[in-house]
């Protein structure tokens, strides 16, 4: 989820569109506890009583329901659409297939394969570039489960020896810029990286007078999930912060600390330097909904493109 506040709509219904659209889609399934009021604005850097207006009109409208200590829920059964706005465009359909001597069961036959054929039609060589191999087998294995699409993963350095076998190219936000430098004559898609919201709530429920190490293997985590702290209310003096190459600085870090947070992969090499006494949670990025949904969407608009001028792409990509 992100919210746009030079976008058209108001923020309140951009959160309020983008929640129904993950119940719909089942990524926030019937029975799925919601991230609290606190922390779903602290997320999104939003005023909280706006996410408050938010879940109480879902509620009011059947998404939601509240349950008094023990938070927000989607609900059951929820009003998903039926479909029922498409018929005027079916009926439309239909009438002008009569009209051309084309039965309903062809039209249904005929719209089938369509279907088909735009699900599974040729998709374009799809490259996630990130600026170092951990997180780039990370994000490139969890992006591709995501979608059901391949991707051809590419290191930052070596983005301009392989540009040339690439029709789409997909990064994290920090690298979006400078990949867009690089491959102009490319479409390059930029994708939100984010803790998950269970983590941000164990982190914004720690004690106030934890010391706090959050470490991670490059600069530019250190900056998205520090920005992600914040948000949720710990103070800049309760979090230290380290990469993997600042040896000194990361052994003085650890000492020091209560709690550390790190990415699974990033524990697995400070393990053996982690106090006895410190709490150690887990802290992954996840790529978003929203950014899956974002690059799918850029994959189908691929495969609609007339064959010529997908041919005529990769000619040039050549």
Known sequence: MRVRRDGPLPIARQIADQLVALIRSGSLHPGGRLPPVRVLAGFLRVNRNTVAKVYLALERDGWLATTQGRGTFVTESPPYGTGAELAPLLDRLLDEAAARGVSEEEVGRLVASRAAARANGAGPRVGFVECNQSDLAYFSRQLSAKLGHPLIPVLLSELSEKERGLDLVATTLFHVEEVRRLLPRHEV????????FSTLDEVAHLPANARIALVCATHEGVQSKERSIRAVGIRRARLATATLQQAE???????GADVVLASPKVLERI????????????????LGDGAVSLLAERIRAWKRKPRSESTKARRLSR
């Open 249 to 255: 600085r990361l052994r003085s870090v650890l000492t």
């Open 189 to 196: 898609v930029g994708l939100m990286a984010a803790p998950d």
């Open 271 to 286: 393990a053996k330097d982690v106090p006895s006494r410190a709490r150690v949670i887990p802290f992954g990025s996840v």
